[in-house]
C-alpha cells in the first residue's frame, strides 16, 4: 500500500509514510476516489475523521435522516456487479440502510485495508524543493504524498454562531455531528434551530415524541411531500433492469437525476402548464424543482407561477392564517433555495405540544444556561437543543484545514478574499492538489450528488494516469485558465435567480463568506462536456511538468 520514509519532512518532522496520492475523506466520494486510484497502481490511503465508512452518511445520523434522491439513482455506475448486488427497502430509504450500503461497498471493494479512520488532517503543505505534499494529522502521522486528493464534502463543516452555548445544562446537538447512541427525547422540552432540509426532517420525526417542540424559524421554505413506497423483490428487480439505461442517461442530465427539463415554457398553453405542473408534484420527488420548466430558475414570471402553486397546495394543509404566515415564503421564489421532501411537515405544527418562535424579527440571541434567549429578552427554557443550522458549504471543510501552497499562500486566505476554483478540480497555486465537491463544480444545489462526484472522480484518476504515462510530476491550472472558468461560471450562474436571493447557496449564511454561488449552473451534461474536452485537449489549461 505505502512505503515508510526515514527522512525528514521540510519542517523537519519525521515522515511516517511516503505514497503516490493521500484521500481526504471516505464518503461517496472518497470510497471511489480510493478504488480507482488504487486499481491503477498507486501507493494510496485514505483518511477520515470518523470511525467507519460513509462521509454524510455516517455524520447525519439525526432522527428522519433519509435520501431525497431516489435511491436507485444516487448510487456508483461503474460497476453493474456492485450496483445489484444491493437492494433497497424503499424508494426513499433512511441514513442507517444508507450508511449499511456504503459498509457493503467497501466491504465489496475491499477498500478498509486502505482507510485510516479517527484521523483528522491538520495541515497539508506543499514543498516546492521536491514537489509534495506533506500533510500532518491529529493522531502524529506525517505523511509525505506526491498527490492530495481532497473528498471532504460539500455540505460537513458544521457552521454554529450562537454564544453561550458551552453554558447550556441540557444536551446540545448539531444535526450533522448527532451520536451513535439513542437520545431519548421523550418527556423532554426540545428546542429546533433550524427549518432548512435536515431540520424539517427533525420535526416531522420527533414531534409526535417530545414533550413540547419548540422551532425557531427564521426563513420560511417551499416543500414537496414526499412519496415513499416500500419496495418488492420485483420492484427492486425492476430498477435492476434500468442499470444500462441509468449509466446512459443520469451523467448527461441537467441535474444528474433520471428526469430531465422537457417542456419549454412558451409553447405551451396555461392549461397544459399547470398540467406539467400538477403531475410533477403528484410525483412526490424533486421533479418539480429540477425537471418542469427550466425557465423556472431564469424568468420571473415562470417562477412567481409556480411559487404560487406551491403555495396554494401549503395553504390547502395549513388552514390557520398564523402558521400560514409563519411557514409559506412570500419573499423570494420557489426552486431558489434547496428544495426539500416532506412527510408530514406541515401537519406537526397542528399538533398542540408544537410552537413555532419566529426569530426573522426577534433574532435569537444567544443560548443562556437553562435554554436560547431571543432579542427581547425571553429565555426559552428547555432541555435539549438541537441545532440544524447548516454548514460553511463548500469551503469550510478545506479552510478548517491548513493548507499551504506555492510560495507558502493559504487556501484559507484565498478563499476568505475570494472563492475561485478552475472547474471545482484544481486551485492555482496549489500544484497536485485535487478537489471534489468544492465551489464552481456541480454540487448539492443543483445534481444528483453521487452522479457528480463520480464524474470528479474519473476525470481526477484519468488526468493522474495520464501524467503518469508522460512521466510528468505536477499539474496546475493556470491563472489565465482560472480566470476564464471563473468568468463563465459566474456568467451562467449570475442570469439565474439563484443569485439574487440570500441562502447557503452564495454563501449567505457565513458572516463575511465572500458572496457567489457555490454550485455550477450550467447543468450536469454540460459541465461534464467542458471537463471531457479539456482532457482530451491534453489538458489545456493546466501547466504540467
Given at each position: ?25 471516505a ?22 475523521a ?14 428522519g ?27 426513499f ?17 475491499d477498500?478498509r ?9 491538520k ?29 471532504c ?28 447512541q ?25 414531534a ?10 427564521r ?6 411531500p414526499?412519496k ?30 433520471e ?9 405551451l398553453s ?5 398540467e ?26 415562470v417562477?412567481?407561477e ?16 398564523k ?31 408544537v ?9 435569537i ?34 479552510t ?18 475570494d ?27 443543483l ?14 484518476d ?6 503518469r ?13 482560472e ?10 450562474a449570475?442570469?439565474?435567480l ?36 479539456v482532457?482530451?485537449?491534453?489538458y ?5 511538468n
Amino acid at each position: 500500500m505505502e512505503t515508510a520514509s526515514k527522512t525528514n519532512g521540510s519542517n523537519g518532522a519525521h515522515v511516517t509514510a511516503r505514497l503516490d496520492a493521500l484521500v481526504v475523506g471516505a464518503g461517496v466520494a472518497g470510497l471511489y476516489q480510493l478504488y480507482r486510484l488504487r486499481e491503477q497502481g498507486l501507493r494510496v490511503r485514505a483518511i477520515d475523521a470518523a470511525s467507519g465508512v460513509g462521509g454524510t452518511w455516517y455524520w447525519n445520523r439525526y432522527p428522519g435522516a433519509r435520501f431525497d434522491s431516489e435511491a436507485y439513482i444516487y448510487q456508483y455506475l461503474f460497476s453493474e456487479e456492485l450496483y445489484k448486488g444491493w437492494s433497497w427497502s424503499e424508494k426513499f430509504p433512511g441514513q442507517p440502510e444508507i450508511e449499511r450500503w456504503l459498509n457493503y461497498v467497501a466491504d465489496r471493494l475491499d477498500l478498509r485495508k486502505d482507510i485510516q479512520f479517527n484521523t483528522t488532517v491538520k495541515s497539508a503543505h506543499f514543498n516546492e524543493a521536491n514537489q509534495r505534499w506533506l500533510v500532518t494529522t491529529d493522531t502524529g502521522d506525517v505523511i509525505d504524498t506526491q498527490f492530495l486528493v481532497t473528498c471532504c464534502g460539500m455540505l460537513s463543516a458544521p457552521y454554529v454562531s450562537f454564544p453561550g452555548q458551552e453554558t447550556f445544562k441540557g444536551r446540545l446537538f448539531h444535526t450533522a455531528r448527532w451520536p451513535k447512541q439513542p437520545v431519548d427525547l421523550a418527556g423532554k422540552r426540545v428546542g429546533i434551530i433550524g427549518n432548512g432540509a435536515t431540520g424539517i426532517q427533525v420535526i416531522q420525526t420527533i414531534a409526535g415524541d417530545v414533550r413540547h417542540l419548540k422551532v425557531f424559524v427564521r426563513t420560511p421554505q417551499y416543500i414537496i411531500p414526499m412519496k415513499n413506497p416500500k419496495y418488492s423483490a420485483a420492484d427492486a428487480q425492476a430498477y435492476k433492469s434500468k442499470f444500462e439505461h441509468f449509466t446512459q442517461r443520469l451523467p448527461h442530465t441537467f441535474t444528474g437525476f433520471e428526469y430531465d427539463f422537457e417542456h419549454a415554457w412558451a409553447g405551451l398553453s396555461p392549461e397544459k402548464r399547470r398540467e406539467v405542473i400538477e403531475d410533477c408534484w403528484n410525483d412526490g420527488s424533486l421533479k418539480l424543482w429540477i425537471s418542469s420548466f427550466a425557465e423556472l430558475f431564469f424568468e420571473e414570471a415562470v417562477n412567481a407561477e409556480i411559487s404560487e402553486f406551491v403555495r396554494e397546495k401549503m395553504r390547502e394543509r395549513l388552514k390557520d392564517p398564523k402558521l400560514c404566515d409563519l411557514l409559506i415564503p412570500a419573499d423570494y421564489g420557489f426552486g431558489t433555495h434547496r428544495v426539500p421532501l416532506e412527510q408530514n411537515f406541515l401537519e406537526a405544527f397542528h399538533r398542540p405540544n408544537v410552537e413555532i418562535v419566529s426569530v426573522k424579527n426577534n433574532p435569537i440571541e444567544r443560548v443562556t444556561p437553562n435554554g436560547i434567549q431571543t432579542a427581547d429578552g425571553t429565555v426559552h427554557e428547555l432541555d435539549i437543543i438541537i441545532l440544524a443550522t447548516g454548514f460553511d458549504a463548500g469551503t469550510g471543510a478545506l479552510t478548517r484545514i491548513d493548507i499551504r501552497g506555492r510560495g507558502g499562500r493559504s487556501l484559507g486566505e484565498d478563499w476568505a478574499r475570494d472563492i475561485r476554483t478552475t472547474m471545482g478540480l484544481q486551485v492555482h497555486g496549489y500544484p497536485n492538489l485535487f478537489t471534489t465537491a468544492v465551489p464552481l463544480a456541480p454540487s448539492a444545489a443543483l445534481c444528483n450528488m453521487t452522479t457528480c462526484l463520480q464524474q470528479q472522480v474519473e476525470w481526477i484518476d484519468n488526468c493522474i494516469r495520464y501524467m503518469r504515462a508522460k512521466d510528468l510530476k505536477v499539474i496546475e491550472p493556470t491563472k489565465d485558465a482560472e480566470d476564464g472558468w471563473v468568468a463563465h461560471h459566474d456568467e451562467i450562474a449570475n442570469a439565474t435567480l439563484i443569485a439574487k436571493t440570500n441562502s447557503w447557496y452564495l454563501g449567505s449564511n457565513v458572516e463575511g463568506k465572500p458572496r457567489r454561488v457555490l454550485s455550477y449552473c450550467g447543468g450536469v451534461g454540460a459541465y461534464r462536456q467542458k471537463c471531457d474536452e479539456v482532457a482530451a485537449s491534453g489538458y489545456q489549461g493546466f501547466a504540467m511538468n
